[in-house]
């Protein structure tokens, strides 16, 4: 079994070692990240420039571009054979309800998938980063049952996991995305030549976060794994729409 | 009426200014945009450094930010009252089908819907950037539409405008975003010092542009508006995940 | 005569706008400057990707790169005739003493200089751009100047007007450099997710400020011209490094 | 002795690991190097964000900025105490001639000097590093140098030496700067988009590489040390510019 593996905090942050340990014996794994942390890149393409592909001295590729870029440029320019399954992770803090949208660790596993490989995007719901072995272990799990039982869809799977140890997690639940409230406002600063900057606040509490949902189950100490896809249609809307706009 | 402008071609592309001039005698028109190109910079946040807004000498503002920053930023520290709509475009070139997850331009309207506010993006089905005053004048018929006859659930439209004529431009038509086929592979180069690098390739093909695909109604000379939402979950596959870790 | 006009603020900025205004009558001036704010670009050239040339809607062409880049892109690949002369600016500020290590509008004089063209930076010495027609003037009788009497050896010169009214402006004065304190200290800023980061200081104040320099010159109201040479050898401590490594 | 090292090739590359181990048992070694490579940053700073310093698994600290911010923040908000000695390498690639002024590697030394640092840039002059052991020796001998015999004056040395074993490099000769050819022209390449866009071309090949330069030191086989200065000031030049205006 060969396992593309990238993540979004770059290509030496823990979450990502702790995932190519965990699956080292199960799988022929191949690691290309990129090169800085780009948090809150989303499925953003480097279009203007190209791409530099380098290895690092423990053997993982590193790319001067996005977490998208990484699976894109591997997968369609440097690995001899299709991978068998791409594992973006472990992120450090969740990624649930419209976070997903931002992610650039479900965006790495999204452009697997866009590329027909079954994907996961798995995520540690932590600021402190403690138990990456936790999530680790999930992974592995994931990867193993796949092996065993492949799905003949495509899968794009969303995985949070609470920040506990492997013994004190509870079952995997089958969840659907949360909402959050609104983010927080921009905060202003002023830097030492006066000028007026505004950072991006942070993102809003819970807001959906009601049974079968991604925030209901990780709270209860939960592993949650969100199946997703990529039609933004809103299918509901349709009728409503054609009769706006007859 | 208050409308919020942005784009992801930068706050000096033609686009913007057909939108902005077709517009001005309808509403109150704020332009903030990014102050460089961010073609397929998707959802993308800028959280490591703190964003600056300037005026440009023709009045818009500009950030040194993503398409989502411009507007996340314009509405939630900049302006005083919430705008009623945000209209993101004209962009150079398609964003139909999977083109919808990459967009900086179709992130812009969707920052501007997750922050509550109706929302269209409006692209020129282009690449040599003819008849963007076809596209500002469907952007303004939309929205004295939605000033007419407001909606009471949040909206998202995708809209794309074929380059034609606006005599020669037919209806409107309600679509559900096609499928590409996978992008083309990157292509390899050499640096002037021997280094190999990588530039990701061309969009794919069309593979389901059929009938009520955004890409059928297009073809066919017509304006496509699909109307989008954010939740990834696929609801579809919810058993079957459920049934398989079960 | 042709002359190249570029700048560290950007393409958009008031001071090349001035610049190339004073000069229009006087040479066929082409614009090739920065597409954002390069402050604090000093001499760095951009290896690791390629560059693109635009125009804007004015005529004005920019480069996605740095000052230097720029210069060097359009005497290498752009321009079908050596320009007779580089002028960078008019910065927004002053470019004195050790500023000019730092400083982008002295780099795009002085990557034209190293091209073999005589190249002059101007900078106004103010925060508030009050008067950048002075400067203009300034660099408008330079240019004349040069083209009445050419010099026979390369020339690199760096000019810094005091913003004042024209008729308030006192005579040309011929300085060596002075020099600055040391920087102020870096200052700590909390992000909104609670981590450090610094910003680089405040310059430091004049610390050689004597007769013959740049910031004497301009305190009382004098346009600075210094002379500039490339070659960094300490001629002077060759024989103690000599005599102390034997 | 406390030492700071820095480079231009990031924290992570071998010159600097090298340099790390050459000095561990001379000094308290401290590195503040940039996140990723900033070949060719010259003396860059950066204004227009605040930088972010971070701790790598082997205790060497990153910046996600240039060369000059990484010198900058270490000694104005990092370090307890100044440091004796910052040392900048060993860079991949030779930094001779006007090299100098485009250097990152030469930029980090300067900045040290610039606080008051005793400071010194080292190069290995050759694109396939392969002796970067020898480079370290030299740096360590330089240093162990410098502590027995202080010099009362700043002092900014810049250090190339020939990629040969260690048994093999002859004497240190103290040089001056040699000249360069200009830089060849841009290349030109066309994106998969159809763009054109410009690669910086290969640095010049030696012009003045006279006996006495840098150039001709390294050429013989011995490793070249040329103490620099950062006053731009042609005065030389003072009194045919003071003519030519008068």
């Not at 995520?123 to 403690?130: E, F, G, I």
């Amino acid at each position: 079994m060969r396992i593309l593996l990238s993540n979004d905090d770059g290509y030496f942050a823990p979450g990502i070692e702790a995932l190519a340990q965990a699956l080292a014996d199960v799988a022929d794994i191949t690691v290309v990240a990129p090169e800085r942390d780009r948090s809150g890149a989303s499925n953003s393409l480097t279009l203007d420039r190209p791409l530099s592909l380098r290895r690092a001295a423990n053997g993982f590729y590193y790319v001067n571009g996005t977490p998208t870029d990484c699976v894109h440029l591997a997968v369609t320019g440097m690995l001899d054979e299709l991978p068998d399954m791409v594992v973006s992770g472990i992120n450090h803090g969740a990624n649930m309800g419209d976070d997903t949208v931002y992610s650039g660790t479900v965006a790495a596993a999204t452009e697997g998938y866009l590329l027909g490989i079954p994907s996961i995007a798995v995520s540690l719901v932590s600021r402190s980063d403690k138990h990456f072995e936790t999530a680790a272990q999930v992974a592995r799990r994931l990867v193993l049952h796949y092996a065993e039982r492949p799905l003949k869809q495509p899968v794009l799977l969303n995985v949070n996991v609470p920040d506990l140890p492997v013994e004190q997690v509870g079952d995997l639940r089958i969840t659907r995305l949360g909402k959050r409230h609104k983010a927080e406002p921009v905060v202003r600063a002023k830097t030492p030549r006066g000028e007026t900057v505004y950072w991006v606040g942070a993102a809003g509490t819970a807001q959906d976060a009601g049974e079968g949902t991604d925030f209901h189950a990780v709270a209860a100490g939960h592993v949650s794994v969100t199946p997703l896809q990529l039609d933004l249609t809103h299918n509901g809307q349709l009728p409503l729409i054609r009769d706006w706009l007859a």
